[in-house]
């Protein structure tokens, strides 16, 4: 792909939780568009890339450029460069003391500037479109897994964002709930939003994920389109690490 | 400790809820033996005099209580009021990434946490001999809210630090994460939520505020600024009674008792909002 049509472009990353090198040398972009599914075992560093495009985490090392935007740049404003970037964390995150039309309002009004009634409007456009029109008043905690996650997807919708970032979207649910979070960023993914999800979902990333990176060990071990490297990985170890997600019953250690 | 060693204990153990049973005959016991002596020993029409006069009660509600309990209110209000805005400055203080703040904010923590509300009122009283000129506005309450306040805030400062530390972690993330500064996360998330954690620790503290503000006699003050206690004690020492005083330490309850009663009210609301 070109860099021009790149809407995420990270070169040579490097992290660190103290000693604990989490991060190594990860050059990664993602087109404008595209959806890429981000697998891999737990402590491979997934979720931290994710956390290092819209600079939850700070790096220690390397660019990430968003929009063609350096993030990393000490002069970027970074609250400003966050605006477009939505991110859905893996335990909701919904703010417990607001409903949920509010938690989509608050950053509207707050950061956007936006007058209540037209923040009210965009919160409830967005509310219909992950198919929650019924409980906008209803506050998280009388919400269920999927619910609260739907409207956790159209508080980071509500601000118009140019990219997504899913953090295992759907490991805190109950099995039953996975289906309606799914459709709804399948749905997402149809209407060409750009969107990296952390997911142990692989039939998800099989039908809706453009491509697909392997991590291991702080590094993208393999990537390619899911066909390829779901059915036929070149990598032992993510030969290794999809018999162990597909056929756990099979696993011998 | 007690567990019978694969059943060789010897003797015969009292199971748990005859044992509890005697426990409870024994406590009522006592409690009947205290009521007894308490009927035969004491004089009770001398202590009804003494405590419970019908007459010099009224006369002591009638009689300046009202005005006592208002300004009880107003000292403690204000004094509040600054603990609160001060400890939260405090809390963000000690919570803050630049390191001679939170030093700051420990040295005066512990420093007014430590000391006697006592000995604040009294070096407030003695104030103008450090800074001559120096008048504190609206006296005397300006004197006696800076003296609570700077009681209140220490205390206020460390409920306030534990209760911005139960937010959790991700509602800041998720704050940030939609483009809010720290500051607008701090204000519309993180704060919103520690202060309903607070409620019932700053009630107490509320409490604690309303008692320390009877220290005001210190202060020295004109009968039309007398708190609760210091009218109640004046009045008790001119009728050479005690009666007045307990009127004194009833209109402590009637502001007592209504706030327990507000904050649990708001404490259910909160924790259906949840």
Known sequence: MAASDALVEIRGLNKYFGANHVLRDIDFSVARGEVVCVIGPSGSGKSTLLRCIN????????????????????????????????????????????????????????VLKKKRPEAERIARGNLERVGLAEKMDAYPGRLSGGQQQRVAIARALS???????????????????????????RRLAGEGMTMIVVTHEIAFAREVADRVVFMDGGGIVEQGKPSQLLSDPREPRTRDFLKRVLKPAESED | ?????????????????????????????????????????????????????????????????????????????GGFVIGLVAGTLLALMRLSDVAPYRWLATIYIEFFRGLPALVVFMAFSLLPLAFPGLAMPWPPYGTVW????????????????????????????????????????????????AFRIMIPPLTNELIMLIKDSSLVFIVGLSAANFDLTKFGRAAANSNVNITPLVVAGLGYLIITLPLSIIVRRMEASASKGR
């Open chain 2, 1 to 77: 400790m007690s567990s019978p060693d694969n059943g060789a204990a010897p003797r015969r153990r009292l199971s748990p809820r005859r044992r509890a049973q005697r426990i409870r005959a024994v406590q009522y016991a006592v409690l009947i033996a205290v009521i007894g002596a308490a009927v035969l020993f004491a004089d009770w029409s001398q202590v009804g005099r003494t405590f419970f006069d019908p007459g010099l009660m009224r006369d002591t509600v009638a009689h300046g209580l009202w005005r006592a309990l208002w300004n009880t209110l107003v000292y403690t209000a």
């Open chain 1, 159 to 185: 601000m118009g964002p140019d990219l997504m970032l899913f953090d295992e979207p759907t490991s805190a649910l109950d099995p039953e709930l996975v289906g309606e979070v799914l459709a709804v960023m």
């Open chain 1, 55 to 110: 600079l939850l985490e700070q790096p220690q090392g390397g660019t990430v450029v968003v929009n063609g935007e350096d993030l990393t740049d000490p002069d970027c404003d970074i609250d400003a460069a966050r605006r477009h970037i939505g991110m859905v964390f893996q335990q909701f995150n919904l703010f417990p003391h607001h409903s949920a039309l509010d938690n989509c309002v608050l950053a509207l009004m707050t």
């Open chain 2, 146 to 193: 800076a003296a609570l306040g700077i009681v209140g805030s220490a205390y206020m400062a460390e409920t306030i630090r534990a209760g911005i530390q139960a937010v959790p972690r991700g509602q800041i993330e998720a704050a940030r994460s939609l483009g809010m500064t720290s500051g607008q996360a701090m204000w519309q998330v993180t704060l919103p939520q």
